[in-house]
């Protein structure tokens, strides 16, 4: 426990208190109900005893991995109209949009430069370093150089996990890139809700030898040098679905530095290289066709998969990172007889340090597999090809030879609930008002559906998998009339989800609002698009709806 200093607290806590605001968050009010409650004053610098004991990281964020990143359609939008670098000594930069930047120096030497942060995509502290630093190296391997340096870069909310996290988060980061021969030379830190580590790395590279995304050409052969479903994994692992030894494979896979692979590739005469990482498969690659002015196809029954990862795709069990790469890279996909959606989920999953995606010349494609294979990279495969010029269009076609097992069934899980649901108000999320409520569970398919956790209704409205016992069968049908309602039709998913939050407002819900608002924002809404949602409702309901809502917006 931290040692109080009175004087130091009554000198602060004044200030507050004239000011009507606390110092280290003007949000609250001062006394806070941290004061209140446990006796410290956070603004004088009195912070609880950090808790102790091993912390399990995938519960503390709400994206793991790279899927935490923000998606590419909205990085598109947001990057358009930033002003170009003139400079001829920026080789490849922010138009490229390539694996990293490339600074040339002089005629025989470039830097190469990049940065990744991402949250936890594992539980271990120390592993989740390893795989914050082998992702960040990556990058330089990808565009053909060789990392020097490397500054940590870290959020961590400081007092409500153990110091001993970071500790090993930074260890496992300082330990892989010692195992790439990278110097860590600093670092900066931030003081956050979520834990998120990174790091910026500086490479070296000859200027005529950069391995950049956009050198494919005819007849080119696609090797990838690391299985996919990371995103799938860790998702599954969040829903304690993965299924047994899934994430330990997933885990040895993306703490597994990409150095061997270039090495080899380079060997092999590569023409042109990304790493598969947020953007999926599909995104990435899809990028680097259109760079390359050219038209690619992949096998799907060759591309290497995780072990678990066909049956969670066939259970259903897809993040909504796999909906918003799907958003920004679909367009691109041409896909062939035989395909169904849940097999073309795998071409979307976002990667969390995932395997380099490279062309080599056809009579070099056995020997670099073989190679990879001999190296550790036993996962590489041979993937498929390029047709020749076109316009950035993926052709994944399918020979038969591999397809989705049968889907396993789960019993929904009841939620406890100790009061009854009001009897004056029947309809869903009908805890209005009362402040020891149950926040209503939001379906991961992303309808918008309002799922309210009462009287031992099931979290899950998915409709996909069995009831537990006790649950009626009307109860069963009026949650699969949710499902329904709320499923994208005539009106689309983001319609639907501007509507939940105004009728939550109007209905005065406060756990409503508060997750039809976090739903609105994974779904990609700014504030400006949820305070319309809110006044939309505000406009029916007059004053009161208008100060429900002032008073909930700070803490949604």
């Given at each position: 426990m931290t040692v109080k200093d009175m004087e130091k607290r009554r000198r602060v806590m004044a200030r507050s208190m004239q000011l009507g605001h606390c110092i280290c968050d003007p949000k609250k009010s001062c006394p806070c109900d941290i004061f209140r409650q446990q006796d410290l004053c956070p603004c004088a610098g009195?912070?609880?005893?950090?808790?102790?004991?091993?912390?399990?990281?995938?519960?503390?964020?709400h994206r793991p991995g790279c899927a935490s990143k923000i998606d590419a359609r909205s990085l598109k939008r947001i990057l358009t109209g930033l002003p170009s670098i003139d400079d001829?000594?920026?080789?490849?930069?922010?138009?490229?949009?390539?694996?990293?930047?490339?600074?040339?120096?002089?005629?025989?030497?470039?830097?190469?430069?990049?940065?990744d942060v991402f949250s936890p995509s594992v539980d271990d502290p120390y592993t989740f370093g390893q795989i914050a630093a082998a992702n960040s190296v990556s990058d330089v391997y990808a565009m053909g150089g060789r990392p020097i340096t490397a500054l940590s870069i870290v959020g961590f909310p400081v007092g409500s996990v153990a110091d001993d996290v970071l500790h090993e988060i930074l260890r496992g980061g300082i330990d892989k890139m010692k195992e790439a021969e990278v110097a860590v030379i600093g670092g900066h830190s931030i003081n956050d809700q979520e834990i998120k580590a990174g790091f910026a790395v500086t490479g070296l590279i000859h200027p005529k030898k950069i391995a950049s995304n956009a050198g494919l050409r005819a007849a080119d052969q696609l090797v990838l040098t690391k299985p996919l479903g990371t995103?799938?994994?860790?998702?599954?692992?969040?829903?304690?679905?993965?299924?047994?030894g899934a994430?330990?494979?997933?885990?040895?896979?993306?703490?597994?530095?990409?150095r061997e692979a270039a090495r080899l590739m380079i060997e092999c005469g590569a023409h042109a290289c990304t790493d598969v990482t947020g953007f999926g498969l599909m995104g990435h690659l899809s990028a680097m066709a259109a760079a390359s002015k050219a038209?690619?196809?992949?096998?799907?029954?060759?591309?290497?998969?995780?072990?678990?990862?066909?049956?969670?795709?066939?259970?259903?069990?897809?993040?909504?990172?796999?909906?918003?790469?799907?958003?920004?890279?679909?367009?691109?996909?041409?896909?062939?007889?035989?395909?169904?959606?849940?097999?073309?989920?795998?071409?979307?999953?976002?990667?969390?340090?995932?395997?380099?995606?490279?062309?080599?010349?056809?009579?070099?494609?056995?020997?670099?597999?073989?190679q990879l294979h001999e190296s550790g990279d036993v996962g590489a495969a041979h993937i498929g090809e390029v047709r020749g010029p076109g316009t950035g269009q993926v052709f994944v076609l399918t020979s038969g030879k591999r397809s989705l097992p049968t889907p396993r069934r789960f019993k929904k899980t009841k939620v406890a609930n100790d009061r009854p649901a009001s009897a004056e108000s029947p309809g869903c999320?009908?805890?209005?008002?009362?402040?020891?409520?149950?926040?209503?569970?939001?379906?991961?398919?992303?309808?918008?559906?309002?799922?309210?956790?009462?009287?031992?209704?099931?979290?899950?409205?998915s409709g996909t998998e069995e009831l537990s016992a006790g649950v009626s069968e009307t109860e069963a049908r009026f949650h699969?009339?949710?499902?329904?309602?709320?499923?994208?039709?005539?009106?689309?998913?983001?319609t639907k989800q501007a509507m939940a939050i105004a009728l939550s407002v109007l209905a005065k819900c406060e756990p409503c609002v508060k997750s039809h608002v976090k739903k609105a924002r994974a779904m990609g809404f700014t504030q400006e698009e949820i305070d319309e949602a809110a006044w939309m409702a505000i406009a029916f309901g007059g004053s009161p709806l208008m100060m429900f809502y002032k008073a909930l917006r700070s803490s949604v």
């Open positions: 009195e912070q609880p005893t950090p808790p102790a004991g091993p912390a399990k990281l995938t519960d503390l964020v001829p000594r920026v080789l490849v930069g922010m138009p490229a949009a390539d694996d990293a930047g490339v600074y040339q120096l002089d005629e025989d030497q470039a830097l190469v430069q990049t940065v995103g799938v994994l860790a998702f599954a692992g969040q829903i304690g679905r993965a299924p047994d994430l330990e494979a997933a885990a040895r896979s993306m703490a597994r530095l990409n038209d690619v196809e992949v096998l799907w029954d060759d591309l290497p998969v995780l072990p678990g990862l066909l049956q969670c795709l066939a259970d259903g069990i897809v993040p909504g990172a796999i909906e918003r790469n799907r958003e920004a890279s679909a367009a691109s996909l041409v896909a062939g007889d035989g395909l169904d959606q849940a097999m073309l989920d795998l071409c979307f999953d976002p990667q969390t340090s995932g395997g380099l995606l490279i062309a080599v010349p056809p009579e070099n494609v056995e020997r670099l597999v073989e999320c009908s805890s209005a008002g009362q402040e020891d409520s149950t926040e209503p569970v939001m379906s991961e398919e992303g309808s918008g559906a309002c799922c309210c956790p009462q009287n031992g209704v099931p979290e899950d409205c699969e009339f949710l499902k329904s309602a709320n499923s994208p039709g005539a009106l689309g998913a983001k």
